[in-house]
């Protein structure tokens, strides 16, 4: 691994349809230079209700992966339109999705935890929260300067 490749970490739908505007985005708003996916079939679902210990736990060990190798410093959890494993509207998926990144956000790992919800026309829209600033080793500055960098590295 290259010491300055930039990855950040995503807890995303399997729905292929969700893949591509995640990834764009982490990668235009953090700075990534690669995204790790961890993928399930309404995760938002999953990770609110917290009773599937099975999936809970596999999806845990696998966002410790990334961060402890791949040193991610933000996990997004993603909520989608149309999803087949959560048939829930947007209202109850966006609650979900708050709920997830206070439970994620329990784990007391120092990343940032954000929720993401893509719409019905698969535009990728932050999922405002108060708890969600706890934690921000990210800060608009350095982000900014991430940015100037990749940009002043392209000329
Ligand atoms: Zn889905």
């Not at 591509?20 to 708003?29: A, L, N, Q, R």
């Not at 230079?33 to 995760?43: L, Q, R, S």
């Not at 999953?46 to 402890?68: C, G, Q, W």
Request: charged share 25%.
């Amino acid at each position: 691994m290259n010491m300055t490749d930039r990855f950040v970490t995503t807890i995303n739908c399997m729905d292929g349809r969700t893949q591509k505007p995640v990834i764009d985005f982490m990668k235009s708003e953090y700075g990534a230079d690669f995204v790790d996916m961890i993928t399930e079939a309404g995760p938002n679902k999953i990770l609110a209700e917290y009773t599937n210990k099975l999936t809970v736990d596999s999806i845990k060990k696998r966002v410790a992966i990334s961060i402890e190798k791949h040193n991610s410093k933000v996990i997004a959890i993603v909520g989608h339109y149309d999803c087949g494993g959560n048939p829930a509207n947007e209202d109850t998926q966006i609650k979900q999705i708050l709920q997830a990144v206070r439970n994620v956000e329990a784990w007391n790992r120092d990343v940032e935890v954000i929720g993401l919800w893509v719409d019905e026309n698969w535009k990728v829209n932050r999922v405002a929260c108060q708890y969600s600033f706890r934690y921000s080793p990210v800060s608009i500055n350095q982000l900014a300067q991430i940015k100037k960098l990749k940009l002043s590295r392209l000329y």
